[in-house]
T-cell receptor, first 117, second 116 residues
Framework: DTGVSQNPRHKITKRGQNVTFRCDPISEHNRLYWYRQTLGQGPEFLTYFQNEAQLEKSRLLSDRFSAERPKGSFSTLEIQRTEQGDSAMYLC???????????????FGPGTRLTVL | AQSVSQHNHHVILSEAASLELGCNYSYGGTVNLFWYVQYPGQHLQLLLKYFSGDPLVKGIKGFEAEFIKSKFSFNLRKPSVQWSDTAEYFCAVSANYGGSQGNLIFGKGTKLSVKP
């Protein structure tokens, strides 16, 4: 169990550029979540995958955001035409379905800190 | 909509003092409750969780939390804090119903500083 990994750890970009982040969950974990955390706030849910299917998206996830999880393994989160308001820590978490809704333990990665200049 | 409130933004204690961090949630249905901790420079880690049964749950490092359904609260406690408990603590809930996907709703967090 090597834990959830995220790359890159830091990303600085100029407004209007596209960025892509990667998350590698704990192997065998079938659920994967993306969250965003801004300064002074707790993490906010963005989207959720069960295996390769994206099952839920928050209204925070504008049409400039897209996430994929091909083959149910790693996931990518892409932000197109970045804005300064996108500056935040982007967190990935994974869990193994226990069969009972909401009782999984989510294991978090270290996050990718995005700075949009 | 569900929400989580953490009463204290920053708590400063001396070593050996007792700790209680407040957490209240708003949701009318059944919830699952969590406390996560983030030590300086590290990622979020689970401290403890409550799904059902005994409302007093024990977690790692001597922490415990009590679920009081009538008060919609899930306060975190530790009888005697150590300098190594300096961290940010987040309370989180997930709804427990058929359509829920288990995403967590977090509070804003409480920073705990323990003076040696």
């Amino acid at each position: 169990d090597t834990g959830v990994s995220q790359n890159p750890r830091h990303k600085i970009t100029k407004r209007g550029q596209n960025v892509t982040f990667r998350c590698d969950p704990i192997s065998e974990h079938n659920r994967l979540y993306w969250y965003r955390q801004t300064l002074g706030q707790g993490p906010e849910f963005l989207t959720y995958f069960q295996n390769e299917a994206q099952l839920e998206k928050s209204r925070l996830l504008s049409d400039r955001f897209s996430a994929e999880r091909p083959k149910g393994s790693f996931s990518t989160l892409e932000i197109q035409r970045t804005e300064q308001g996108d500056s935040a820590m982007y967190l990935c978490a994974s869990s193994l379905s226990s069969g009972t809704t909401g009782t999984d333990t989510q294991y978090f990665g270290p996050g990718t800190r995005l700075t949009v200049l | 909509a569900q929400s989580v409130s953490q009463h204290n933004h920053h708590v400063i204690l001396s070593e050996a003092a007792s700790l209680e961090l407040g957490c209240n949630y708003s949701y009318g249905g059944t919830v699952n409750l969590f406390w996560y901790v983030q030590y300086p420079g590290q990622h979020l880690q689970l401290l403890l969780k409550y799904f059902s049964g005994d409302p007093l749950v024990k977690g790692i490092k001597g922490f415990e939390a009590e679920f009081i359904k009538s008060k919609f609260s899930f306060n975190l406690r530790k009888p005697s804090v150590q300098w190594s408990d300096t961290a940010e603590y987040f309370c989180a809930v997930s709804a427990n119903y058929g359509g829920s996907q288990g995403n967590l709703i977090f509070g804003k967090g409480t920073k705990l500083s323990v003076k040696p």
